[in-house]
């Protein structure tokens, strides 16, 4: 094999680098993108539910004292029979005779339109609006002032689920780069799940977070069977056929980390940052691929070339280098933008002209009343006094 040899090696690096170690989901998100609000648990107080109809549980002390009541887990319906919310009723001692606390769980905008493909970042408005729905079927009263402390935020969160949707054009181009990544993630030994079509990075077994990626498309069609005779969920189910879905679960340890652990903490602003950062955590799909190209030998410096050729052969570089000197290296590479890390790809990359962008609610969907409406901020007054 026989290569040029470089004129500006530096600049090739520089050049190498930017190719190789780019994470598009990032780069495509800009500033105003919309972040859709799904699965949330939360719990608010002061409630008093006179019955459920659903088995109860008391916990009691070994002298027969009552210590908590807690109901199962009742299902209210949804929008078109969709996204039922789960909640459940307890009372600790000190409640015994008074109001209790309520738990909530599901797809706050889902349950209330019908679908959660394109929802709301608008924490806030998405819980008590449920609440209120909630209220109307089960029955529960609260104080006037009670409610209005809901409103201004005061409620407790145990789980939010952030979700964007990237249109990459067709359902295969979303398949290929969800096995892309997964790869990477399982050559890095990383704690993580995958399957057919799903990738997540799940770091203590999810425990705190989880950054999932998935085909929107093939799990609405799962649910298309029942919903054959609603012309707006057809449409819905086959605009979502190229889009990949990349949603940010974050638990009960990490809301409070980020100080976000009641619903007045939350703004839209807030929800894309927080996206933002947790998407970050994916590694850049800078994985190698094929045979070493004649750019990519020019990049690499001499003394790192035969580490590189190694890796492109598929060593097992861990039962070549000991262990400190391996680490040595990946440090090297990763300077360079290559994850040597992750075992090299047969087939090469994905086109770098493959269109990726993130999507917004569609008006059809917002005018048929399957999606909340969009919200206008007021322009300051130009009016002189």
Known sequence: MCFKRPTNRHQLTLI????????PLIEVLGDKFQVNIDTVEFSVSDVHVPSLGVTKMTTTSPDGEALAMSTNRKPIAGAHQRHPLQVRYRQLREHFGKNGVLFVEGSLFGFRYGQNVHTSARLRSGCV???????????????TEVWERWKGGDIELYRVDLAVNF??????????????????LIGRNTNCHAYDGYVSLAPQRARKYCVAGYAKGPQLRSKLNRSKSDVNFARLVSECQSLLRVEVRLRRPELKKLGLSRAMDWTPERARDVFRQYVGKLPALNVTSGPVS???????????????FLHKLGADLASIFPARTLARYRAKFRILGI???????????????????????????????????????????????
């Not at 609006?129 to 104080?143: E, N």
């Open 16 to 23: 190498f680098k930017k190719a190789m170690n780019k994470n």
């Open 129 to 143: 609006a449920a609440l209120r729905r909630i209220r109307d079927q089960i029955g529960f009263t609260s104080t």
């Open 167 to 184: 249109d990459l054009g067709s359902e295969s181009a979303v398949r290929a780069l969800i096995k892309r990544l997964a790869h990477q």
């Open 294 to 308: 004649e750019d990519e030998f020019n990049a690499i410096p001499p003394k790192l070339r035969s580490v590189f």
């Open 339 to 385: 994850d040597i890390a992750c075992p090299n790809l047969e087939s090469a990359p994905l086109n770098a002209s493959l269109s990726i962008h993130p999507v917004r609610t569609p008006k059809w969907l917002i005018d048929a009343g399957m999606a909340p409406p969009k919200v206008r901020r007021m322009a300051p007054s130009t009016t002189k006094a």
